[in-house]
């Protein structure tokens, strides 16, 4: 009896080391199977309601589409991860579509993003637009002209850009352009309210700090929770539908909070993920 303790000891503290580090490595925020982590909030409709099945999952990718509207009338949508971060890299691997909607805004064409520290999608009004974020804003080419991705962009919120307070919504990086279908992987390191870099094909394309709520670009929303001056340090991660299908082949994140204090192991762990 007291031999089949000890077994079932140490069979429970492998697989809590087990767990402890799996959860220390990448984690798949989509699945690739089915949308049960996460929650979607579009304008105009109530939380959790995926007006026309605009996301889905097929053939492993999550996909943003348009097929069930008559009119895009500016029902922006939000997906949102169940759980808020703080400190994390994330990698989101992406490609632009098919055709846009009928109605979209000439700027949205091809343009997409991934929101950052994002406000809890159950706080967003029925006809709130954006959430407050810091939107990494995704962009394709048109095969003709320039046309930059991973930029930044500010609903609801202000950053500091070579030490000065940036107020224009949008912020370009310095990417190439990314026309057609292909695939791209853009990948944010984002820790806390103290820096947030942008990284394609290993460079960082743009970099800016102190994250915080202020100035507009955001419309219908609860001014309760819209406290301007408010640093962000941690929030939810959400995927846009701005009326251009897109498809998302991976979610995936590196939670870094637990080496925030302590820069010589995050530099260390940067170090490493950065090159996987």
Known sequence: MKLKSIYLTVLFLSLFILNVNAQKGWINLFNGKDLKDWNIKIAK????ENYANTFRVENGVMKVSYDGYKEFDQQYGH????KPFSAYLLKVTYRFIGEQA???EGWATRNSGAMLHCQDPATMLKNQD???SIEGQILGGDGEHERHTSNVCTPGTLINYNGKLFTPHCLDSKSKTYAGDQWVTAEFLVLGDSVIKHIIEGEVVLEYTKPQIGGGNVSNFDPKVKIDGKPLTSGYISLQSESHPIEFKTVQL???EAYMKDKAKLDKVLAKILKE
């Not at 409709?45 to 959790?48: E, L």
């Not at 997906?79 to 169940?82: A, C, P, R, S």
């Open 102 to 104: 009928k109605g979209g």
């Open 130 to 132: 954006f959430p407050i």
């Open 79 to 82: 997906i949102f991860y169940k």
């Open 45 to 48: 409709h109530d939380y959790k």
């Open 254 to 256: 590196y939670d870094l």
